[in-house]
T-cell receptor, first 114, second 115 residues
Framework: DAGVIQSPRHEVTEMGQEVTLRCKPISGHDYLFWYRQTMMRGLELLIYFNNNVPIDDSGMPEDRFSAKMPNASFSTLKIQPSEPRDSAVYFC????????????FGNGTRLTVT | AQTVTQSQPEMSVQEAETVTLSCTYDTSESNYYLFWYKQPPSRQMILVIRQEAYKQQNATENRFSVNFQKAAKSFSLKISDSQLGDTAMYFCAFMKHRGANNLFFGTGTRLTVIP
């Protein structure tokens, strides 16, 4: 299994631009999570999906952030317009829908907004 | 709400020695899961070990073992025979027994293995 695949690995963009981060979960996993990692706030959950349906987006910072999961093998996290404070590492993770099933993380996307 | 506390921001250990990383958590749940994840400089989050709260026996994975004290809400990670490749950030994480499998993370401990 190739694991969770995220792209791009690095993204540098200017303030005001649209940014799209992509994720391919592990085949067969029912849950998909988007986390953000910063020095100040650590790892925080942004949103998660169960069987492609968004369940809890209370961690999404504001309306500039949106996430979709059109099918079981693909998800996107979009920021429009981007701001310098959005600079962070964004992780996608997936797991089985079984209690206690561990999350498997992608390699993350490091986003820098100048 | 669940909170996870890692009180040691940084630690170091000599190669081949043993080191213990601390983690405490706060929850009103009686059943849950605890994890340790490793994040090396490559940035990837790697599962180290998993503990089920209703199991008394401490989990072990090769050189990694935990000391799970449910009453004290403590979940420390012991790394034996430390290797240079163990140099990483280590995150303790909590998962509820019921509901979604999302993790609540501590702030991490940066471990450096000194040759």
């Amino acid at each position: 299994d190739a694991g969770v695949i995220q792209s791009p690995r690095h993204e540098v963009t200017e303030m005001g631009q649209e940014v799209t981060l992509r994720c391919k979960p592990i085949s067969g996993h029912d849950y998909l999570f988007w986390y953000r990692q910063t020095m100040m706030r650590g790892l925080e959950l942004l949103i998660y999906f169960n069987n492609n349906v968004p369940i809890d987006d209370s961690g999404m910072p504001e309306d500039r952030f949106s996430a979709k999961m059109p099918n079981a093998s693909f998800s996107t996290l979009k920021i429009q317009p981007s701001e310098p404070r959005d600079s962070a590492v964004y992780f996608c993770a997936s797991s089985f829908h079984r209690e206690g099933s561990p999350l498997h993380f992608g390699n993350g996307t490091r986003l820098t907004v100048t | 709400a669940q909170t996870v506390t890692q009180s040691q921001p940084e630690m170091s250990v000599q190669e081949a020695e043993t080191v213990t990383l601390s983690c405490t958590y706060d929850t009103s749940e009686s059943n849950y899961y605890l994890f340790w994840y490793k994040q090396p400089p490559s940035r990837q989050m790697i599962l180290v070990i998993r503990q089920e709260a209703y199991k008394q026996q401490n989990a072990t994975e090769n050189r990694f073992s935990v000391n799970f004290q449910k009453a004290a809400k403590s979940f420390s990670l012991k790394i034996s025979d430390s290797q240079l490749g163990d140099t990483a950030m280590y995150f303790c994480a909590f998962m509820k027994h019921r509901g979604a499998n999302n993790l609540f993370f501590g702030t991490g401990t940066r471990l450096t293995v000194i040759p």
